[in-house]
């Protein structure tokens, strides 16, 4: 570490002193040195007084900064249209100067070169320097910090100390942009928020001439607003600044009552384009709005009894829509203590009774911790018979010489396959999702998805086949027809699998899943996709789509066996129930019960829930009830019986 002063001299000086005194400035000098590499080591003598140059090009699109100093220690800045960025010779940096016009003024078209002096030195890791000669650029002076954690945590507690605002607010905001890597940790993204807080409220103190002044920045947006200590209304209408392309963020109505007998009277709102740090540890939901941040530099403004209002426009979600609060004080997680929700058609209203960041979030289906507990217990029950009587399935199957022969029976024990994969990886869930487990919980949630994928497909694979056997009947020869229904119930789902595994490293889909009960601040931890919006989008809609296949194929069949009861002879016709029971079978060989799932969108319904548990968990148990009776049936028949289609089908 080195501070110093860097001066020009001529290149020879007259000396006046006579020669003892030459040697007792020496003896002084050498002691100095000594002291400074005692102080800070070789490097800093290395480095004493290090000037350096600075070189500025202008490309088409990209201004492009490269300090060099004698050292060897290399700095580059590219400032485009997509941000602004710095790299040292070891890490990537943040940069920030007293003129503007170094990173803005771009009037030049040939490089333009000044000299700079380091005037202070730590490590290479931080490097503070003037430039020399700037004519262009009077006294100026910039800071470099490399990405580090303890060097932006001493940068943020520097600011945090003394700030240059409205200055200050761009520069904290660049130093999340340049170092995200750094801000997004947990252990200092809590600082990062507190010093962001500061210069905001620093901004809403300032002075303005008029009732109102916009700011406008990358990040975030923000309007500053002179509240009227006389108005009659109850309410001050505001509506939030936009950011980039979004025209229309919230609409909100701050009541007038905290504010009449305070001395500051301005009140700020913050709209957030870049809100990443608040969103660290949001559990299992998504953010559908814009983060409003609401900023009245006085007292607390807590248990407000004319409560605060805002307006958020729906988006396209269809499933819970919650409003919360980002709990700064508290344990920095997402809370709706103190906020109420309003859904209607077009808006989304949150009445709350602080003043806080706001958002409105996506969140699950709310089930109280005891509710939690049964369904759990439900389903565990559920998967360990399905489980078992889908391995007795397979296995008879293998043993049973007759049931090889039919194809219909090779589809039966693949579900069954699918199911048995499903539900064993269903029951280590909990288990693997507990701390040290982390990658065999990855495992559990790849297996749970893929066994899952593969259960839809061959369902889709009963309902084509059971189409081809009474629909189409004849005519319905397909060259290898068991081995690509096979690549298609086991490959298809592999792909979609293996797509999401492809991104692993650089955003994980799989994994610990935090399921929020309702009744408390209790987390319930399981392994699955963490991401939401896949979660959605891959299996809602690979479901919906097999689901109305299905449907349809279902429907149609049906009619089909009820209609064949009005043409045949009256005294061969079967009882109703054992139509209604052969429907039944085939509701549970295609998965019709799993489309229970849409009527709990959006809403909790536990009588919904608790059929789905216990119908669907039990799908492998029906299946072999199904082929029990089907292997029954055929025994009781001659071979010629047999339908012609089957067996032409298989070849």
Known sequence: MINSVCESSPEHTELSAPPPAKKTQRAEDMRLLLLLIMIYGLDAERCSHERGNLTLTNNTRTLETRISLECGHNITVRDSAKGLFCNSTTNPCYIECSSDDLFENRNFTAPQTFEICATYIKNYTRVEFSIQNNAPLPNTTCIVVDCLHDEISQLLDEKEQQMDIPKDLRNILNIKKMCPAVIFNE?????YIRVEKKAIHG??????????????????????????????DEYLQIIAPHVLDDNEVAKMWIPGKPFQNQSENKIGVVTYDSDQHFKLAPGNTIFTSKIIRIEFPGPDTNNLIDRLRIQFPKSTFKQTLSCQFYDEKG???????????????????????????????????????????ILSYISYIGCGLSAFF???SVLAFMFIRNARAEVSSRIHVSLSGALFLLNISFMF?????TPGKEGFCVFVAVMIHYGLLSCFTWMAIEALHLYLLLIRVFNIYIRHYMVKLSLIGWGVPAIVVGALLSVYKTNPFYGTYEMTLSDSNKTN???????????????????????LFNLGILITV????????????????????????????????????WGLVFFSSGYTNYVILYLF?????????????????TARKNRTQTPQSKTKSTLDISK
């Open 429 to 433: 869930n909990e288990w693997a999702a």
């Open 203 to 232: 901004v809403i103190n300032m002075t303005i001439p008029v009732q109102s002044k916009s700011y406008y920045h990358e990040d975030l947006s923000m309007t500053v607003v002179k509240m009227n200590l006389t108005m009659t």
């Open 187 to 191: 252990t200092i993204v809590n600082t």
């Open 390 to 392: 889908s391995a007795c």
């Open 613 to 629: 548990c216990i119908l669907n968990s039990l799908q492998g148990f029906y299946i072999f009830l199904w082929m029990c009776g």
């Open 558 to 593: 049906s009619r089909q066996i009820f209609k064949m009861r009005h043409v045949g002879n009256r005294n061969t016709k079967m009882p109703v129930w054992k139509d209604a029971g052969t429907v039944l079978g085939l509701m549970s060989l295609m998965g019709t019960t």
């Open 525 to 547: 931890a399981i392994c699955w996709i963490k991401e939401p919006l896949v979660l959605y989008g891959v299996n809602l809609s690979y479901f919906t789509v097999i689901f």
């Open 331 to 373: 344990d920095k997680t997402w809370k709706k203590d103190g906020c109420l929700t309003n859904s209607r058609d077009d808006v989304v209203e949150c009445s709350c009774d602080h003043m806080t960041p706001f958002a409105v979030l996506l969140t699950n289906l709310e089930i109280t911790e005891s509710q939690w507990h």
